[in-house]
T-cell receptor, first 113, second 112 residues
Framework: EPEVTQTPSHQVTQMGQEVILRCVPISNHLYFYWYRQILGQKVEFLVSFYNNEISEKSEIFDDQFSVERPDGSNFTLKIRSTKLEDSAMYFC???????????FGPGTRLTVT | KNQVEQSPQSLIILEGKNCTLQCNYTVSPFSNLRWYKQDTGRGPVSLTIMTFSENTKSNGRYTATLDADTKQSSLHITASQLSDSASYICVIGGSTLGRLYFGRGTQLTVWP
């Protein structure tokens, strides 16, 4: 069964460094999402992406964040200058054109020290 | 403000017993309501998706209800199994673009 994959599973970085989180959505999906979950808190929407552009973003998704689909398979989230409060689990999700279902990846745990 | 509230925060039941989890929401616009299961350290997995016109939806031992007038939903789990131990999250789809609003979840523990 197709699934969303994410790499790395765990990323440790120092405050102020740039990180890129990678996702491979399900191959025929067209809508892509990033969410984050700070430890012990609820999952929060960051951004949605369709047709090579951002379709919606939350207040969390400020100028430090960017997304890109550099090729036909990868979907990335870049954090330019990480802060301690960026430490969280980051989930990628994808959705097909016809369905409502979003399929989530296993997540990348980002730890900023 | 768009909110999704769940109760109880945590629940412990014995294997084989039934339980019901509650969700109240104030998200607008409302597109759909979902229940997800999330194991610790894993991504959420969808159990059911309901639109405002659906009152009940089942997926095996999981049955979700929706009252769009009162903005309440429940998830009923029958004949619980040890593998049901997880966080159950009520999620609202707020627009056709797909943005999701998550509740904090109910942490369910099933004891043998």
């Amino acid at each position: 069964e197709p699934e969303v994959t994410q790499t790395p599973s765990h990323q440790v970085t120092q405050m102020g460094q740039e990180v890129i989180l990678r996702c491979v959505p399900i191959s025929n999906h067209l809508y892509f999402y990033w969410y984050r979950q700070i430890l012990g808190q609820k999952v929060e929407f960051l951004v949605s992406f369709y047709n090579n552009e951002i379709s919606e973003k939350s207040e969390i998704f400020d100028d430090q964040f960017s997304v890109e689909r550099p090729d036909g398979s990868n979907f990335t989230l870049k954090i330019r200058s990480t802060k301690l409060e960026d430490s969280a689990m980051y989930f990628c999700a994808s959705r097909g054109l016809a369905g409502r279902e979003q399929y989530f990846g296993p997540g990348t745990r980002l730890t900023v020290t | 403000k768009n909110q999704v509230e769940q109760s109880p925060q945590s629940l412990i039941i014995l294997e084989g017993k039934n339980c019901t989890l509650q969700c109240n929401y104030t998200v607008s616009p409302f597109s759909n309501l979902r229940w997800y299961k999330q194991d610790t350290g894993r991504g959420p997995v969808s159990l059911t998706i309901m639109t405002f016109s659906e009152n009940t939806k089942s997926n095996g031992r999981y049955t979700a209800t929706l009252d769009a007038d009162t903005k309440q939903s429940s998830l009923h789990i029958t004949a619980s199994q040890l593998s049901d131990s997880a966080s159950y999250i009520c999620v609202i789809g707020g627009s056709t673009l797909g943005r999701l609003y998550f509740g904090r979840g109910t942490q369910l523990t099933v004891w043998p």
